[in-house]
């Protein structure tokens, strides 16, 4: 998704917008030596989850539910990434410059440089209040590397939780959704419908359908998923943390099935 693009003003109300949000982020969208404004509210024991999924499957609206109700703060890398467009090349860390050149080309950012940035950013996977990692890690170099960092910290996974879909039900999601193209709303033509069809309900603008949400392009990313963050289901697997939760059905019962998935394995 493209967050920034026009008036620097609209970067700065975006970016602000990406820090402000219930969870303060600060400490993660910046890394270095930013603070959070709202410290996390400690807890005694801490959850901390990776999320696993492929694109379609409703992981976002998890991963809000998820830290609304646990209290857990949403790491996710593409935001740092996303965030740090809004920076000055003289702001940016080199991690964070190289890391720009290949999201603009749409490759993967390579392990080394998303590992350089998730380590300066080691402080918020200690933080008290817990944690939901989000397009980290990737790959299994990624997540062998994560697993050294947690393990230098003594800090456990709670869970790697795999959020998982058939491949038609993905392709029907995603090549419903229509988008607005100036405030970013997103619709569904079926399963969220704006009020008049085509129209954005928000700002009036004409809905269209991302190139990436046509069948066949979906059918792509799915292929790319599968190669890429597949093999980290067997990897998590192997270590027997990984819970799979069927992503059929409306947020509300993927959430309830997630919570009865991870009560039954604590039981
Ligand atoms: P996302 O929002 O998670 O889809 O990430 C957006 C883009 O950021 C990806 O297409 C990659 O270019 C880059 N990215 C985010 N996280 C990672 C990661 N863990 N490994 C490699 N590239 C990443």
Redo the contacts with the bound molecule.
């Keep these: 998704m493209e967050f920034f693009t026009g008036l620097d003003l609209e970067k700065l109300e975006k970016l602000e917008k990406l820090m402000s949000e219930k969870h303060d982020r600060t400490a993660w969208i910046q890394g270095g030596p930013a603070q959070c404004k709202t410290p996390a509210v400690q807890r005694d024991s801490p959850q901390r989850f990776v999320l696993l999924g492929a694109p379609g499957v409703g992981k976002g609206t998890q991963a809000e539910l998820l830290c609304e109700r646990l209290g857990t703060c949403h790491l996710?890398?593409?935001d740092i990434?996303r965030a740090s467009r809004c920076l000055t090349p003289e702001e940016r860390s080199p991690a964070l410059d190289a890391a720009l050149d290949?999201?603009h080309r749409g490759?993967?950012?390579p392990d080394s440089t998303?590992l350089d940035i998730v380590r300066e950013r080691t402080r918020c996977l200690r933080c008290g209040g817990g944690f939901l990692l989000d397009?980290?890690?990737?790959t299994v170099a990624?997540a062998e590397a994560l697993s050294e960092l947690l393990e230098e910290q003594q800090i456990q996974l709670t869970a790697v939780l795999n959020y998982d879909l058939a491949l038609d039900k993905v392709v029907a999601r995603l090549s419903g959704r229509r988008t607005c193209p100036g405030c970013k709303a997103v619709f569904h033509v079926t399963a969220r419908p704006p009020k008049v069809p085509g129209v954005c309900d928000h700002c009036s603008g004409s809905l269209y359908q991302r190139d990436d949400d046509r069948p066949e392009a979906i059918r792509t990313r799915m292929e790319v998923y599968e190669k890429s963050t597949k093999p980290l289901i067997d990897y998590y697997q192997s270590r027997g943390v990984l819970v799979t939760i069927e992503a059929e059905g409306s947020p509300e019962q993927i959430y309830e099935r997630t919570l009865t998935a991870l009560n039954g394995r604590a039981a």
Excluded: E, I, N, W
């Excluded at 397009?135 to 990737?138: A, D, K, S, T």
């Design positions: 996710s890398t593409g990434f290949y999201m490759d993967l950012v998303v397009g980290f890690p990737r990624q």
